[in-house]
């Protein structure tokens, strides 16, 4: 029988190049005898109610072609559902899809990943806003608060220059100004740990920012946030140490410490909280993992 999939589509992603790819990628998709209906939204609300839409008429998979944020927002629509999700990677950063062993460099081969409808079962985590009970929204991938998310509101208020390129220039605008954050981090509900941080990350997969192996011990099915905070560290330092994200070795870093949490809550002033690269709004904030909450086709 022929599988129904919903597939997703962010028209502005890579400021629009990224549909060049989407007619070959349908093409394979349709010759591999999926029937297919695409869905594309003006704003992320829009595409958000799109896509719930899509997935209460029970299609075989929801299919999110783009990055990170495309993913975040499909995640949304298929919590709680029995409907699976697909990724094809087509976005500036494609962390999640990388997590999960997917090709993030060939969209047909991860579209034949998704034709394969072999679902795994992987977590999420639920993150809400402030201290009282709120709704909550899930993320897939890192959730990061400090000079990361900084760079983030500072990024995203820019209008030049286009792409990563923005998020450099953002970055050495921070830098100018940055002081260490006074955080508190309760894990677990236990005692909380009170230090001056650069950073903290909750993470359910490894990396963000297009590679940045933030946690990279993290495991998207282990049943447990990995929680990293970078420490107070001089500018120079921390310049010198940065790069070794990419290698994930700055965890060996006498400043930085690792925990494995079923639940963090992060308060501190000032700060704004990202997760999968898309702005959920300022601390406090409390993680909890939802052990096994996605079948993803992977």
Not at 104 to 119: C, Y
Request: charged content about 20%; aromatic content about 4%; some cysteine.
């Amino acid at each position: 029988m022929a599988p129904q999939l919903a597939l997703l589509v962010n028209p502005a992603a890579r400021g629009g190049r990224t549909l060049r790819l989407l007619e070959p990628v349908a093409r394979r998709l349709r010759a591999g005898g999926a029937e297919l209906s695409v869905i594309a939204g003006e704003d992320a609300a829009g595409a958000l109610e799109r896509a719930c839409a899509a997935v209460a008429e029970r299609p075989d998979a929801l299919v999110a072609f783009g990055g990170d944020g495309l993913v975040h927002l499909a995640v949304q629509a298929v919590a709680g559902t029995d409907v699976p999700l697909g990724i094809i990677p087509a976005g500036t950063g494609n962390d999640i899809a990388a997590a999960l062993g997917l090709p993030v460099k060939d969209p047909i081969a991860a579209a034949r990943t998704v034709l394969r409808m072999r679902p795994r079962q992987v977590d999420a985590a639920a993150v809400r806003i402030g201290q009282g009970g709120g709704g909550e929204e899930l993320f897939a991938g890192v959730l990061c608060c400090g000079f990361d998310s900084r760079v983030n509101e500072r990024a995203n208020a820019l209008t030049w220059p286009p792409g990563m390129a923005r998020y450099l220039v953002a970055t050495a605008r921070e830098l100018r100004s940055f002081t260490p954050i006074p955080f508190r981090v309760t894990i677990d509900g236990g005692a909380p740990i009170e230090r001056e941080a650069m950073m903290v990350a909750v993470a359910n997969t490894c990396s963000y920012g297009a590679g940045m192996r933030i946690c990279p011990d993290a495991r998207p099915d282990d049943g447990l946030l990995d929680v990293v905070v970078v420490g107070a560290v001089g500018k120079g330092e921390f310049l010198r140490v940065f790069p070794r994200v990419y290698r994930g070795s700055h965890v060996t870093h006498p400043a930085v410490s690792v925990h494995r949490a079923r639940s963090v809550t992060l308060e501190a002033d000032g700060v704004v909280a990202y997760a999968d690269g898309e702005r959920i709004g300022p601390a406090p904030v409390t993680c909890e993992v939802r052990p096994g909450a996605l079948r993803v086709l992977a």
